[in-house]
């Protein structure tokens, strides 16, 4: 059976001034159900029920809401259940500590076509759902899509250039590494179909990688990842309050690439990905599929 591209029908719509890709999207994507992409939100939250009451009501606000949210609660002792559930969030268990286990468990669990990742302490723009399809509608070819950060909370003049310090030096160090962009992990997104293809892979059982990073080294093997511009995330700066919680973070990214040595050591995967770049139409049977969903 021929399937049509949604990303192909977007573009010819904006090529040929039919308007823009919201309505081009509405119109040739959305409105046929049977190939509208399910979009699956998964947050990972261990005792956060103030901060994910917060997310779930601006991903309750969005122009184009999720079809599920699924929030792992990392075995809480507050309220994060209860929250989740009061808001109509599909919650999972996860009986084993630690971020890669609690995300792992989320992705696993979730059914939509698309996979859209942020944390309890963010804060999604209403657009966000909406302009995550719509990268995914401008790029066919595209496995990942990774966006930005600004901060919402400390010092207001420091907000903005903080966070975008922070993000340059995360991109300085990691693009070496991986050979790609890597993935933040409190703003992106992937096909299932690409998850399923590293989910037995990851290091979802070593609590101190990087759960984002890790899956970078693993997904950037064989799979597109593109950083899109203008697809920002609210994020607090928790992590960034201490000394000693910078110094953590630092030593888990170092642990998360030497990890993936020595077969990952920067010469031999850059040969790789020089010699073999990653494979071209993964995406269709899953975001343009016939039924509009992955396979089972």
Do not use: K
């Amino acid at each position: 059976m021929h399937t049509r591209n949604p990303g192909r029908t977007v573009r010819r719509a904006f090529e040929e001034g039919e308007g823009d890709v919201t309505e081009a999207a509405t119109r040739t994507v959305i409105g046929e159900r049977s190939h509208r992409p399910s979009v699956s939100v998964v947050i990972p939250v261990r005792d956060d029920g103030d901060r994910l009451a917060r997310c779930l009501a601006a991903l309750a606000g969005q122009t184009r809401r999720p079809d599920e949210i699924v929030v792992v609660d990392n075995l809480s002792s507050d309220d994060t259940a209860r929250v989740a559930a009061s808001a109509g969030a599909r919650v999972v268990p996860c009986r084993e500590l630690g971020i890669p286990a609690a995300s792992s468990t989320g992705y696993d669990a979730a059914t939509g076509d698309l996979l859209l990742r942020l944390d309890a302490d963010c804060l999604p723009s209403p657009e966000w759902v909406e302009r995550v399809l719509d990268a995914f509608a401008d790029g066919p070819h595209v496995d990942a899509i990774t966006g930005g950060a600004r901060f919402l909370d400390g010092p207001p003049s420091l907000r903005v250039p903080l966070a975008a310090v922070y993000l340059a030096a995360y991109a300085a160090l990691t693009v070496p590494a991986l050979g790609h962009v890597p993935l933040f992990g409190s703003n992106f997104a992937m096909t299932r179909e690409a998850w399923r293809s590293v989910s037995a892979t990851v290091h979802r059982h070593d609590a101190e990688v990087h759960d984002d990073l890790d899956l970078a080294f693993h997904l950037g093997e064989h799979h597109t990842i593109r950083y899109r511009r203008g697809l920002s995330m609210g994020m607090s700066m928790r992590p960034f309050e201490s000394a000693s919680s910078f110094a953590h973070r630092a030593a888990r990214g170092f642990h998360t690439v030497t990890v993936h040595w020595p077969r990952d050591f920067p010469p031999w995967r850059w040969l790789r990905r020089l010699v073999g770049a990653p494979a071209r139409g993964r995406r269709t049977s899953s975001v343009a599929a016939s039924d509009g969903r992955g396979p089972p």
